[in-house]
T-cell receptor, first 114, second 114 residues
């Protein structure tokens, strides 16, 4: 069965420290891959996406993600976290033959401490 | 360029009632998808509309139905509301084309069923 797993439900990080959020997927073929961020009471904002090509993807707000085909992973990273990065982060995948039918992970809640 | 908008922002209904949620797609987009996000979970795909036809459905019962209008705005209708229908309902629009299917999400409608 197709699945998207975010192993970490909750992560606490100090401001200025680095952050890495994990995402693993199980699909028949490499899907399209996305990371979204959701602040409390808000909709989803796209951070970055991977369709094909360079496996290191740059996004907004200083985030980047690396696609590793051998590990079926698409981990999100940020070198130095700001207090405003506190939010919930969702990894999403979509089959390449499907239009907008995303499957989301359960999310990772990021807390930033001073 | 106007983004994706949804109305109403919040809604309170009682069990057994019916509800209609509305979404206006981003200008130029011809595909709309609806998602249900229960508290503490990732969004779940409900269904998608492309050129006014349903184009895929997730694991939701028939009492969840939708419409897409010629101007690509959309409605989500839920009949015989149940307590478990309480959730944030997200609408996402995209332009169907080859090479990728980025979606843009609206802010959501928070539905509470009492």
């Amino acid at each position: 069965a197709q699945s998207v797993t975010q192993p970490d439900i909750h992560i606490t990080v100090s401001e200025g420290a680095s952050l890495e959020l994990r995402c693993n997927y199980s699909y028949g073929a490499t899907p399209y891959l996305f990371w979204y961020v959701q602040s409390p009471g808000q909709g989803l904002q796209l951070l970055l996406k991977y369709f094909s090509g360079d496996t290191l993807v740059q996004g907004i707000k200083g985030f980047e993600a690396e696609f590793k085909r051998s590990q079926s992973s698409f981990n999100l990273r940020k070198p130095s976290v700001h207090w405003s990065d506190a939010a919930e982060y969702f990894c999403a995948v979509a089959p390449t033959d499907s239009w907008g039918k995303f499957q989301f992970g359960a999310g990772t809640q990021v807390v930033v401490t001073p | 360029e106007t983004g994706v908008t949804q109305s109403p922002t919040h809604l309170i209904k009682t069990r057994g009632q019916q509800v209609t949620l509305r979404c206006s797609s981003q200008s130029g987009h011809n595909t709309v998808s609806w998602y249900q996000q229960a508290l503490g979970q990732g969004p779940q795909f409900i269904f998608q509309y492309y050129r006014e036809e349903e184009n895929g459905r997730g694991n939701f019962p028939p009492r969840f139905s939708g419409l897409q209008f010629p101007n690509y705005s959309s409605e989500l209708n839920v009949n015989a509301l149940e307590l478990d229908d309480s959730a944030l309902y997200l609408c996402a629009s995209s332009l169907r084309l080859a090479g990728g299917n980025e979606q843009f999400f609206g802010p959501g409608t928070r539905l509470t069923v009492l």
